[in-house]
Nanobody, 118 residues
Framework: QVQLVESGGGLVQAGGSLRLSCKASGSGVSINQFNAMAWYRQAPGKQRELVVTFTSGGSPNYADSVKGRFTISRDNAKNTVYLQLNSLKPEDTGVYYC?????????WGQGTQVTVSS
């Protein structure tokens, strides 16, 4: 079984930065085994939306709303994927979720709250 645990969220002023982490764990689990990983977010009263996704060996694909401000990275040794959030805006507020696809299965973390004040 795969477990994903997000952390790093918090309250920040507009223009500020945060770094989110998503650590994968489980017997024999390695992020290198996943077909794809992604970060999603869900604002209050809105549907969950894709922030960034990347496939094994591929380049990240960012949502237009975060291009140039958010950066995804990974540390294979720590089995962790990071999302650097820069130049944050109030509209970036929401719960950020990590997702991993290990086809045919899909795994989600519990989410971490990001709140950006104006």
């Amino acid at each position: 079984q795969v477990q994903l645990v997000e952390s790093g969220g918090g309250l920040v002023q507009a223009g500020g930065s945060l770094r989110l982490s998503c650590k994968a764990s489980g017997s024999g689990v390695s992020i290198n085994q996943f077909n794809a990983m992604a970060w999603y977010r869900q604002a209050p009263g809105k549907q969950r939306e894709l922030v960034v996704t990347f496939t094994s060996g591929g380049s990240p694909n960012y949502a237009d709303s975060v291009k140039g401000r958010f950066t995804i990275s990974r540390d294979n040794a720590k089995n962790t994927v990071y999302l650097q959030l820069n130049s944050l805006k109030p509209e970036d507020t929401g719960v950020y979720y990590c997702n991993a696809e290990w086809r045919p299965l899909s795994f989600w973390g519990q989410g971490t709250q990001v709140t950006v004040s104006s």
